[in-house]
Each structure stands twice: as structure tokens, then as C-alpha cells.
């Protein structure tokens, strides 16, 4: 499943509101597609991928941050 799929689901899906995704891309992405992920909690870039970074991320989408490309 891509992540593109991954929020579509979440978006038709009642009993998955609320649910906070992160992507994780190595992909370079193009307007559209950032556009079309924009739904995430956060989309993060694989290659500045960090345990501080991905720890951060989690904490945000837990609290309903609003959602930031890395």
C-alpha cells in the first residue's frame, strides 16, 4: 500500500478519523503528489530521517500539531 492509498483509506473510513499518519519518503515529490499528501500529519524525507526526528514527529501528530514537510 502507498501512502497515497494508505490516507485515501483513512479519509473513506469513519472509524479511522481521527488516525494521524507520517509519511516516510524517499521519492522527490512534485507539487500534486505533496499536495495530495498533504493529509498526513507529516511527510518526512527518509534521507533526514533521524530517531530525534521521527520521535518529534510522533509527538506532533499525537497532539494534533499541524502538519509540516521536512
Given at each position: ?5 494508505l490516507l485515501d ?12 499518519a507520517i509519511v516516510?519518503t524517499s521519492a ?43
Amino acid at each position: 500500500m502507498t501512502g497515497f492509498e494508505l490516507l485515501d483509506r483513512i479519509s473513506s473510513e469513519s472509524s479511522l478519523n481521527g488516525v494521524a499518519a507520517i509519511v516516510l519518503t524517499s521519492a522527490i515529490l512534485n507539487p500534486g503528489e505533496t499536495q495530495r499528501l498533504r493529509r498526513a500529519a507529516r511527510i518526512m524525507s527518509k534521507s533526514d530521517l533521524s530517531g530525534s526526528a521521527l520521535a518529534g514527529a510522533i509527538t506532533d501528530a499525537l497532539e494534533g500539531s499541524p502538519s509540516e514537510a521536512v
